[in-house]
């Protein structure tokens, strides 16, 4: 089972703040990582495909880098409305994986 | 417009057998490379994958759950069913369905999730 490593687990932010969230994977997934935002008590939604292919509707302030075992989640210029918990997740693979999370929270 | 909707008991006891049900609409499960996947996420904590089934009924299960886990499809109705037995406390999550398109099978359209408690 390919295992996925989030950091940070936890972030402060404020508002404008450019934010990283890094995800490591235990072996080689090429580019088969995605990652979602989880607001408070909803569904997770679909952010970023194939490490860095930007959904439709997502603002631009998101991007996605990486291939291999090292990922990069990167928000510029963070509002408010981002506050949230993203997960990456690996397809390359099954059992299919997720990370533990990164909660992001306005300070 | 697609949309998947799960459906279920909210509470179950111990050793007793889960029936989930995911209806979706907007797509059909007859189409090359669409799936629907399960998945689930405990209180506070992260999302687990727990099984798949493709658009020609290739099915695929989390191997630590393998055992206790079925999925099937109704095409005609659309929907999507995931059974689970022998349940344990340790199982209560909210369980989400969501589809899967492509080769690389990301999760893009999700529902609303549901709560299940495991408690006697």
């Known amino acids: 089972e390919i295992v996925l490593t989030q950091s940070p687990d936890f972030q402060s932010v404020t508002p404008k703040e450019k934010v990283t969230i890094t995800c490591r994977a235990s072996?080689?997934?090429?580019?088969?990582l995605h990652w979602y935002q989880q607001k408070p008590n909803q569904s997770p939604r679909l952010l970023i495909r194939?490490?860095?292919q930007s959904m439709s509707g997502v603002p631009s302030r998101f991007s996605g880098s990486g291939y291999g075992t090292g990922f990069t989640l990167t928000i510029n210029s963070l509002e408010a409305e981002d506050v949230a918990v993203y997960f990456c997740?690996?397809?390359?693979?099954?059992?299919?994986?997720f990370g533990q999370g990164t909660k992001l929270e306005m300070k | 417009q697609i949309t998947l909707k799960e459906s279920g008991p909210t509470l179950v006891k111990p050793t007793q057998t889960l029936t989930l049900t995911c209806t979706f609409s907007?797509?059909?499960?007859?189409?090359?490379?669409?799936?629907v996947g399960w998945i689930r996420q405990p209180p506070g904590k992260a999302l687990e994958w727990l099984a798949l089934?493709?658009?020609?009924?290739?099915?695929r299960y989390s191997p630590s759950l393998k055992s206790r886990l079925t999925i099937t499809k109704d095409t005609s109705k659309s929907l999507v069913v995931l059974t689970m037995i022998n349940m344990d406390p340790v199982d209560t999550a909210t369980y989400y369905c969501?589809?899967?398109?492509?080769?690389?099978?990301?999760?893009?359209?999700w529902g609303q999730g549901t709560l299940l408690t495991v408690s006697s």
């Open positions: 089934i493709y658009w020609n009924d290739d099915k």
């Open positions: 969501a589809r899967v398109f492509g080769v690389v099978k990301w999760f893009d359209y």
């Open positions: 194939s490490a860095s």
């Open positions: 907007g797509f059909s499960l007859t189409t090359s490379g669409v799936g």
């Open positions: 072996q080689s997934i090429g580019s088969s």
């Open positions: 997740h690996q397809s390359e693979s099954l059992p299919q994986t």
